[in-house]
């Protein structure tokens, strides 16, 4: 009963300090084999697997091997400075033609949401660029005010904010989504 009070109380302090806490045994989908039945394991929690957004401060894993030329250009902006995220927001939804604001990353959504909409534009064939606000707390807080739109995910094209998971997809639905998409490609 000791050893159980103290793995508790262990898997508790790692719990409080970041970790995530897994019970082995039954329901498990992996309990260890050397353990017993409803034995705390402590596992560290793994981060977000994801790509480089658009003017975006580098991730700290970026490849060194590549040189600068191909990599995306990017500005760093102060987190505290409201007025150089809205800018930044701002120069996101008009260089890119069809610029999303996504949790996670197109090849790896997550939420819900975002990857419907993922999956509507890439049915319709489009050419987009997002932003994983997962990443960066401050400009998933700017963007829901550039917008004054309070979810996530946002979809712009042209440089005027389309709209959210359920306008996107009624649109879809419509074929308004594939009309305005073509719209700006005729025009290139």
């Excluded at 109380?9 to 970041?18: E, R, T």
């Excluded at 890119?96 to 509507?120: H, Q």
């Excluded at 309070?150 to 009624?170: A, H, K, M, R």
Aim: charged fraction near 20%; proline fraction near 8%.
């Amino acid at each position: 009963a000791s050893a159980s009070a103290s793995a508790s109380a262990s898997a508790s302090a790692s719990a409080s300090a970041g970790a995530q806490v897994v019970r082995a045994g039954v329901g498990a989908l992996a309990p260890h084999p050397t353990l017993a039945p409803y034995a705390s394991v402590v596992v560290a929690p793994r981060p977000y697997s994801t790509t480089p957004s658009p003017q975006m401060p580098p991730a700290a894993d970026d490849d060194a091997n590549s040189h600068s030329d191909f990599a995306p250009q990017r500005k760093s902006v102060d987190d505290d400075d409201a007025d150089a995220i809205q800018a930044m927001i701002r120069d996101h939804v008009t260089s890119n033609r069809v610029m999303l604001y996504m949790k996670g990353t197109p090849s790896m959504p997550m939420c819900g949401f975002s990857a419907k909409v993922v999956g509507m534009l890439q049915e319709e064939g489009a050419n987009f660029s997002s932003v994983n606000v997962l990443d960066y707390p401050t400009v998933r807080e700017g963007v829901k005010q550039y917008a004054q739109w309070p979810t996530i995910p946002q979809l712009y094209v042209g440089g005027e904010f389309i709209g959210g998971c359920d306008i996107v997809t009624s649109m879809s639905e419509s074929g308004e989504l594939g009309e305005l998409l073509k719209e700006g490609e005729e025009e290139k």
